[in-house]
């Protein structure tokens, strides 16, 4: 198949050459996808999208209409992607539907431990030859309350590293996994969890229901000091909401590897630029707030397997095999 693959970096290129071996043809733009940019992709069956990309219904009709055929979404997440016009211009959607959750929960233990312990700040410190002690005190995890919203895959692997940690464990999700059952988590209302978490992480997919499902209201139910963190999508919380919570001292500490307003600025450097976003210019203020850009996913063996997994989805839609990673609107 021709592939255009938007929103490239030299890495996924590495990984897609690496396991495409010549199976498809892959040409690569630094384009991230939009309304602008789907003429690019003219003449090719298929397109590879990232995180950022977004394929709304005027995207899906211009894709269509220069002979795209395929989308081949190389991540989980997908609320990118307005499936229903897919399906309306005749595209079908696929996505890499397993790879590392290892990866992003690790990832989130490492938010967290970071903030706990401020050890950004002791890296900071210490490179000027600080060895001060001040305004680095932490708590020990063992026995703090961590609350899970979100308990699939990533959110059970979570579950299980902070189990370790000696951490009882609260759940919420519309539905129970029998593995965070096993650790011994107990499924609450949201409230309760709210109510009762030293430590919340987010692991739930960016859904209508999930949309802002941190803002003003639920914030204030939560525990003065809690930490939260979100490694899945910027769009569950409100982010300005967040900020006033941070700002009276309320939330006493924020790991976010996703933000709502991510389009256009993550993946990019933009270090020589003045940032045209106040709301993420007043985030990088906070010395308890850490922010990361998207990185949670990228390890060695995720980027090999979503690699791996979205030629895989090529070639089977190419060949009309069945493939468990179409996705199909509502
Ligand atoms: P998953 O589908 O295995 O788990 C998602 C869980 O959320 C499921 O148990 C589901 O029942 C639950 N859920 C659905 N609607 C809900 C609701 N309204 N309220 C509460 N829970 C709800 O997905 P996963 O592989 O664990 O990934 C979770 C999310 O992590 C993805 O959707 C993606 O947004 C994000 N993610 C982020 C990165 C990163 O690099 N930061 C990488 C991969 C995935």
């Not at 795209?68 to 016009?85: C, F, K, M």
């Not at 107990?186 to 978490?197: A, C, G, M």
């Not at 924020?254 to 993946?267: A, H, I, R, S, T």
């Not at 045209?276 to 980027?303: G, K």
């Amino acid at each position: 198949m021709r592939v255009l693959v938007y929103d490239t970096h030299s890495y996924d290129r590495t990984f897609l050459d690496a396991a495409n071996a010549g199976r498809h043809q892959l040409d690569y733009t630094t384009a991230q996808l939009d309304h602008q940019t789907a003429a690019l992709a003219e003449g090719y069956e298929a397109v590879c999208l990232f995180v950022n990309d977004y394929a709304d219904e005027p995207v899906m009709a211009r894709l269509a209409a220069g002979g795209v055929r395929v989308i081949a979404q190389r991540s989980t997440g997908y609320n990118n992607l307005d499936l229903a016009a897919a399906e309306r211009h005749g595209i079908v959607c696929m996505r890499v539907g397993y790879y590392s959750p290892y990866a992003v929960a690790e990832f989130a233990v490492g938010l967290l431990q970071t903030l706990n312990r401020r050890i950004h700040r002791a890296y900071n410190r210490t490179r000027e030859f600080n060895f001060r002690l001040a305004g680095l005190l932490g708590h020990d995890i063992h026995g703090r309350t961590v609350g899970v919203v979100g308990t699939g895959k990533i959110g059970a692997i979570f579950a299980r590293i902070m189990h370790g940690f000696g951490c009882p464990l609260l759940g919420y999700d519309v539905r129970e996994n029998p593995e965070c059952l096993e650790l011994g988590m107990t499924y609450v209302p949201l409230e309760e969890l709210l109510r009762r978490s030293d430590i919340i992480s987010l692991h739930a997919p960016l859904l209508p229901s999930t949309h802002h499902l941190f803002n003003a209201e639920t914030l204030a139910m939560t525990k003065p000091g809690v930490m939260i963190i979100n490694t899945s999508r910027g769009g569950l919380i409100n982010t300005e909401a967040l900020i006033a919570a941070v700002q009276s001292g309320h939330v006493g500490a924020v790991g976010l590897d996703v933000y709502e307003e991510e389009e256009g600025k993550f993946f990019r450097d933009l270090s020589d630029q003045v940032i045209d976003d106040e709301v993420l210019a007043r985030l990088m203020t906070f010395p308890n707030v850490l922010l990361t850009s998207h990185q949670a996913f990228f390890t060695y063996e995720a980027m090999t397997t979503i690699a791996e997994t979205t030629i895989q989805n090529l070639s089977d839609a190419e060949e009309g095999r069945e493939n468990s990673n179409v996705l199909r609107a509502g």
